[in-house]
C-alpha cells in the first residue's frame, strides 16, 4: 500500500527564504507553484508514497488597507483550491495608527502546528513533510515524531531550500533524526510560479 503523504507548506517562509538563497532574478522571485512543489518532494521520497494532501498556510492582505494586494492574494489562493490546495488564511495584523505600513503575519504558525499534531492523532496521514524554517514550529514536529505507536504510526519530514552557504537553514529536533528534503536551485526553477495575480489595469475607453 502506498504511505499516505501530506505536505505542510508554510509559504511567507518558503518564498522570503527562496528570494534569500536564490537571489531576486526573474519575474516574481520566490513565488511557487504548491502543487508542484508537493509533487516534487513526494517524488524524491525513499518509499512508495501516494500525495494524498497539499496544505497552505499564508497570511492575507486587508481588503480595505491593500486592495490590490488583497486581490492578487485572492487570485492565487482561489488557483491553488481549484488544483486540490487546502488553504488556511489569517488577516494581516497592521501597526496602529499607521496606513501605508505593511501588515504582518500572526497566528499562522499556531494553525500549522495545531493541524499537523491533530491530524497525525487522528491518522489523517502516514507520512508528512512540513517546509518551513520557523522555529515555532518545532514543538510540533517534536510531538509527531514521539508519538507512540506501531511501525505503520505517521511520520514526519522536513524540506528546505539548499543553499551553497556552509550550512543551509532546516527545521531539526535534538531527540530524533528527521529526514530533510533538499531543495537545491534547479528544484526551485522546477516549481516557481512566475505569474502575476495583480488585477490588470483597465484601459480608458478609446
Not at 488583497?70 to 492565487?76: C, G, I, K, V
Request: with cysteine; net charge positive.
Amino acid at each position: 500500500m502506498p504511505l499516505r503523504t501530506v505536505v505542510f507548506l508554510d509559504y511567507q517562509n518558503i518564498y522570503s527564504t527562496a528570494r534569500e538563497v536564490f537571489g531576486d532574478a526573474g519575474p516574481r522571485p520566490g513565488q511557487v507553484d504548491p502543487m508542484r512543489l508537493a509533487a516534487l518532494l513526494v517524488s524524491r521520497s525513499r518509499d512508495h508514497r501516494v500525495l494524498s494532501g497539499v496544505r497552505v498556510y499564508r497570511g492575507q492582505p486587508d481588503s480595505l488597507r491593500q486592495g490590490v494586494a488583497y486581490s492578487a492574494n485572492r487570485r492565487q489562493t482561489t488557483r491553488w483550491e481549484q488544483a486540490g490546495c487546502t488553504v488556511v488564511t489569517r488577516t494581516l495584523r497592521y501597526p496602529r495608527g499607521s496606513t501605508d505600513a505593511k501588515g504582518v503575519g500572526k497566528g499562522l504558525d499556531v494553525a500549522l502546528a495545531v493541524d499537523f499534531l491533530l491530524m497525525a492523532v487522528d491518522k489523517g496521514y502516514d507520512r508528512a513533510i512540513l517546509m518551513s524554517t520557523d522555529t515555532d514550529l518545532k514543538p510540533a514536529l517534536e510531538a509527531v515524531a514521539n508519538l507512540p505507536g506501531s511501525e505503520r504510526a505517521p511520520m514526519c519530514e522536513v524540506a528546505a531550500w539548499s543553499s551553497e552557504a556552509p550550512r543551509s537553514r532546516r527545521l531539526s529536533i535534538p531527540s530524533r533524526k528527521i529526514w530533510c528534503h533538499w531543495l537545491d536551485e534547479n528544484d526551485y526553477r522546477q516549481v516557481r510560479d512566475p505569474t502575476s495575480y495583480r488585477p490588470r489595469k483597465r484601459r480608458p475607453p478609446a
